[in-house]
Nanobody, 122 residues
Framework: VQLQASGGGLVQAGGSLRLACVAS????????MGWFRQTPGKEREFVAA?????YYADSVKGRFTISRDNAKNTVYLQMTGLKPEDTAVYYC???????????????????WGQGTEVTVSS
């Protein structure tokens, strides 16, 4: 299984970016597809996830939207109203059998992408 993330870049505060992550090797129709982010010196943190519904970290709720296209085995993260504190490397992750109470834990996911860097300038 491979996850290929793309869409990161440099954007001004208030701007938007759309990340995409394509999974290859198998389908995850019934699995959880999610996004995490990490900045230097900090632990990887949950951003959003999607199985039968959307889950968001409080810090991005109302600004970010996660969606998935099962036919393309792809998960997206539409980010709007970006803030400098959103600057991070964003990782996509997928996993099977993840229950809602563990969806925000990175250890619950089986596969990870390589990360795509997002920089928001003030």
């Amino acid at each position: 299984v491979q996850l290929q993330a793309s869409g990161g870049g440099l954007v001004q505060a208030g701007g938007s970016l759309r990340l995409a992550c394509v999974a290859s090797g198998r389908t995850f129709r019934d699995g959880v597809m999610g996004w995490f982010r990490q900045t230097p010196g900090k632990e990887r943190e949950f951003v959003a996830a999607f199985r039968w519904r959307e889950y968001y970290a409080d810090s991005v709720k109302g600004r970010f939207t996660i969606s998935r296209d099962n036919a393309k085995n792809t998960v997206y993260l539409q980010m709007t109203g970006l803030k400098p504190e959103d600057t991070a490397v964003y990782y996509c992750a997928v996993g099977d059998g993840i229950i809602p109470s563990t969806m925000r834990r990175g250890t619950a996911y089986d596969y990870w992408g390589q990360g795509t860097e997002v920089t928001v300038s003030s």
